[in-house]
């Protein structure tokens, strides 16, 4: 699914941000990214999402080297992909529902199939009674409900999360990360970038380390 290979990053002619990263993730795992904040987790995903090229060494992603990858085929292979991102992006003029029916609409899914899946899914994640609502109505912690429910609508077969449950309480924290496992379950390869060690150790999923931009370690947490 993803293959690194002595990645480097750097933004303009600065300092590498990211040095010799290595890793393969298969297809169907689950990963913590952890690190502090500034380690290298947001460049790393964005990587992973192409919104960055490498500025040296190999990056593969469903088989395709990135480098190789043309400009007008990134759209296809960005619908693959799912993302949630640490500062939301909901489109303020669009109500809860209609942010995350965004991405059925543009596949072109009858409204039949997004009603359904969208109030399904906006009530797992227990915005049932705020469909209608407008992002800037919502608190910080339902808004980043509304981004997950967002990347995840589309079952994606990659699924990117930066900080996804930091703007939500422990018991919500918990119950989204059972629906990435639930997720991933069917199939979706999926990496969490979390700084919260004490909630990665509750899941026997492999955790990967940035330190300084540089991948130091890879871990599992208790079976």
């Not at 596949?107 to 994640?125: G, P, R, Y």
């Not at 609502?133 to 079952?155: D, E, K």
Request: glycine share 8%.
């Amino acid at each position: 699914m993803i293959r690194f290979e002595n990645v480097g990053l750097r933004y303009g002619t600065g300092p590498e941000v990211l040095r010799d990263i290595s890793f393969r993730l298969e297809p169907g795992s689950f990963h913590f990214l952890m690190g502090a904040s500034g380690a290298g987790k947001s460049s790393l995903l964005r990587l992973m999402y192409l919104a960055l090229r490498p500025s040296r060494g190999l990056l593969s992603l469903f088989g395709r080297d990135v480098n190789e990858i043309r400009r007008k085929d990134l759209p296809e292979l960005r619908r693959k992909i799912g993302v949630v991102f640490q500062d939301f992006r909901l489109l303020d003029h669009l109500s809860a529902f209609d942010n995350v029916a965004l991405p059925l609409r543009v596949s072109d899914a009858s409204e039949s199939v997004i009603k359904k899946h969208v109030t399904e899914l906006l009530n797992w994640v227990g915005l049932a009674d705020h469909l209608n609502a407008l992002p800037a109505t919502l608190s910080g912690g339902q808004q980043q409900r509304v981004a997950i429910a967002r990347a995840l609508i589309s079952r994606p077969s990659l699924l990117l999360a930066d900080e996804p449950t930091g703007n939500v309480d422990d018991a919500i924290a918990m119950r989204l990360l059972y629906l990435f496992e639930e997720l991933n379950r069917m199939g979706t390869t999926v990496v969490i970038a979390t700084h919260n060690e004490t909630l990665a150790s509750q899941f026997a999923h492999p955790r990967m380390h940035l330190e300084d931009g540089t991948l130091v370690v890879t871990a599992h947490g208790p079976a």
